[in-house]
């Protein structure tokens, strides 16, 4: 009898830590995906579409770390990847005299198209 309380015991004990690494990936696959919603978000509310040359450059910068620290958190790579794609962007916006307006011009058509690809990942 003790035998079969403990058979019982241990089936239960098996069945419950089963149920518990079934929560736990649900738990994870939950936790992934609102860290890409976030990601996305932000990175999307981040971007500069009609840029102003007199402060393009001074935001730049903390732009393209805050995007950088986004492309870190995120464990999908086509997602990284995009923003990583828009990190250096706002790093060639540092670089560059961007007071010009065909360079403005120029910055934002590649800015849009990395916008783009950061949109359709984040689909």
Known sequence: MKRLVFAALL???????AG?????NAV????????KVGACAEALSLADLNPDPATLKERA??????????????????????LTGM???????????IHDAGKIADW????????????KVCA
């Open 87 to 97: 990190a250096d962007s706002y790093l060639q916006a540092q670089k560059e005299n």
């Open 61 to 82: 910068a903390d732009k393209e770390k805050r995007l950088r620290e986004l492309a870190n958190s995120v464990g999908e790579q086509d997602v990284a990847g995009a």
């Open 108 to 119: 934002t058509k590649r800015n849009i198209d990395r916008l783009d690809a950061l949109r």
């Open 11 to 17: 089936a239960t004990a098996g069945f419950t830590l």
């Open 20 to 24: 518990c690494a079934e929560v736990t």
């Open 28 to 35: 994870d696959q939950t936790n992934k995906a609102a860290t």
